[in-house]
């Protein structure tokens, strides 16, 4: 790489980077927002709700890497052409080639960038997030303490808590359980939720406990601190269920009849992994309709708004398109060569569109023009 070109890679990569960042940050904010009742609903704490909102992001960035390409090298290539960075290019002796070539290469990097999300860090995400929001949602602590309020769980376990305090801290606890034919309750200080060996305990400080057995037998105890196992209490019997966008590529090739059980049917599986490798396709097409809108034409002092405004428009139909096509590929599988065909058509056209506007242009010829041009000459 040249100097010019290690110049122009860096002018372009900048504001290809902070496109990617700022789309990355709207989109992180998004899901923050979306897990917000993760903490108001489920009572659970800030990490799990940052650990969910973190997990999206893979998903998020096979979506956003194309988008901010696309805009950022059109945020670069504007400014070197407003500021007659690219002429001075051009006068140095530098091809046309030798220019577009740093602009190719990062297009380059993030197809693979891509390719490497959606093939590996999407699936192992969103498992993650999956098992995650699983164990969320069957937290026995989530569903049983609700501030105030009597809260009936499982085989007749019922419990109050006065206070919640953020650390996850109960105060002024009351439980009542059914151990076989006896009524147990149990009060306590202090409290709080967790697991011993796997098993969901309880354990509670400052705490008595009442038992009222069926032969009529009263009994009474206090404890300085005790721990109850609540595992008869938290048994599970649904599974995680899992969606084609977490499954790795092998499995959405040769799924096992506990996917297609479990997961879908075989279309949604081999739509999603084509939908998977054709996404870096759509780097490169973006890169090159980036191209295609700035030195795809004659220069013009007014500005190029009205060409990108075109191209824009054209990119912003193809990748809806390109979504169409993989929705519809789920039950027509003939469909799945056009996830292919729409970035690659699209690439091929601006790419046409540039390199034909790059050559020089020749006045038309006249055959008696030009005879009549040597008669006289």
């Not at 937290?139 to 109050?160: I, M, S």
């Not at 709080?192 to 009474?220: C, E, H, K, Q, W």
């Amino acid at each position: 790489m040249t100097l010019i070109q290690g110049y122009l890679f860096r002018q372009i990569a900048r504001p290809v980077v902070g496109a990617c960042a700022a789309l990355a940050g709207i989109g992180i904010l998004s899901q923050s927002l979306d897990q917000l009742e993760v903490i108001v609903e489920r009572g659970q704490s800030v990490w799990v709700m940052v650990k969910l909102t973190l997990l999206a992001v893979p998903q998020l960035l096979a979506v956003i890497i194309p988008i901010g390409l696309f805009v950022g090298a059109l945020i670069a290539l504007t400014r070197l052409q407003r500021e007659q960075e690219l002429t001075a290019v051009f006068a140095s002796g530098v091809t046309r080639w030798s220019a577009i070539r740093p602009a190719v290469r990062i297009a380059a990097i993030a197809a693979l960038l891509t390719l490497v999300v959606t093939t590996v860090g999407q699936p192992w995400a969103q498992r993650q997030a999956r098992a995650e929001a699983f164990a969320v949602r069957t937290d026995l602590a989530a569903l049983l303490v609700e501030e105030g309020r009597f809260v009936k769980g499982p085989n007749g376990l019922t419990v109050y808590v006065q206070q919640i305090e953020q650390n996850g801290l109960l105060k002024n606890l009351f439980v009542y359980m059914l151990d076989g034919d006896d009524a147990v309750t149990w009060d306590a200080a202090e409290a709080r939720f967790g697991r011993i060996d796997g098993r969901p305990v309880l354990t509670m400080v400052n705490a008595s406990t009442t038992r009222y057995s069926s032969r009529g037998v009263l009994t009474y105890g206090s404890f300085a601190q005790t721990v109850i196992d609540l595992s008869p209490y938290a048994a599970v019997t649904e599974r995680v269920r899992y969606k084609p966008s977490d499954l790795y590529l092998p499995q959405l090739f040769n799924p096992s009849p506990g996917d297609l059980e479990r997961v879908g049917s075989a279309g949604e599986l081999m739509a999603e992994a084509h939908s998977r490798l054709s996404a870096p396709l759509y780097a490169l097409m973006g890169m090159a309709m980036a191209l295609t809108a700035i030195m795809g034409g004659q220069f013009s002092r007014t500005g190029y708004s009205l060409r990108i405004a075109k191209v824009a428009g054209v990119f912003l139909v193809v990748r809806i398109a390109g979504y169409g096509v993989v929705s519809a590929s789920a039950w027509n599988g003939w469909l799945n060569v056009f996830q292919y065909l729409l970035p690659i058509v699209a690439t091929g056209v601006a790419l046409r569109l540039l390199f034909q506007a790059l050559k020089p242009r020749r006045r038309p010829v006249w055959p008696a023009l030009e005879r009549l041009k040597a008669r006289f000459a």
